[in-house]
């Protein structure tokens, strides 16, 4: 078992849809969750940053945590074609030394 | 303000091969880490680098060696390539053992 999972996709959604991208993971010692946007032919870009559970809001972008569940999402709201791309889940703690786990990446289209 | 510069953007290689791969982080940025992204799923941990040494190390074999110089900038060099090289290879800065990542564009490395 990974230890973060992530549903591939692909996802397509119709522009202005609420998109739910989601991830779980297996290792309690995480506490830094972060969200990744990947264009084709790019290098991850930062989205979201969440220490520990909780809410954070950014935009149209609002980031989940559930530690008790080991879960977190990232939901997208209004979605425009320009938010297709790859997203990937990542995550650390204090006994990584600053080592990423990212998940697969969830491959999303947003149709015009 | 420049981000993290990779060099070059395309590689190919033949089996057996040996390649050097370049990386200037974002400035003001002191650590630099690698990962492999194989197509079609998250990136992988290969190893980190602070203080000209190397700090953390991913699961990947000895092949995969790199050097950090007094500026910063960084290279990872891999020996004996084999096919399953073939991958994109992102290098991320931060200040300090992050995890507030910041990525280049990444290399594309073919092995024929």
């Known amino acids: 078992q990974k230890e973060v999972e992530q549903d591939p996709g692909p996802l397509s959604v119709p522009e202005g849809a609420i998109v739910s991208l989601n991830c779980t993971y297996s290792?309690?010692?995480?506490?830094?969750f972060m969200w990744y946007r990947q264009y084709s032919r790019k290098g991850p870009e930062l989205l979201m940053y969440t220490y520990s559970s909780g809410n954070k809001e950014d935009g149209r972008f609002t980031a989940q945590v559930d530690k008790s569940s080991k879960y977190i999402s990232l939901f997208i709201r209004d979605s425009q074609p320009s938010d297709s791309a790859t997203y990937l889940c990542a995550m650390s703690g204090s006994n990584q030394g600053g080592k990423l786990i990212f998940g697969q990446g969830t491959e999303l289209s947003v149709k015009p | 303000d420049a981000g993290v510069t990779q060099s070059p953007t395309h590689l190919i290689k033949t089996r057996g091969q040996q390649v050097t791969l370049r990386c200037s982080p974002k400035s003001g940025h002191d650590t630099v880490s690698w990962y492999q992204q194989a197509l079609g799923q998250g990136p992988q941990f290969i190893f980190q680098?602070?203080?000209?040494?190397?700090?953390q190390r991913g699961n990947f074999p000895d092949r995969f060696s790199g050097h950090q110089f007094p500026n910063y900038s960084s290279e990872l060099n891999v020996n004996a390539l084999l096919l399953g090289d073939s991958a994109l290879y992102l290098c991320?800065?931060?200040?300090?053992?992050?995890?507030?990542?910041?990525f280049g564009s990444g290399t594309r490395l073919t092995v024929v």
């Open positions: 290792n309690s010692a995480f506490q830094y």
């Open positions: 680098y602070y203080e000209e040494e190397e700090r």
């Open positions: 991320a800065s931060s200040l300090g053992a992050g995890p507030g990542y910041t």
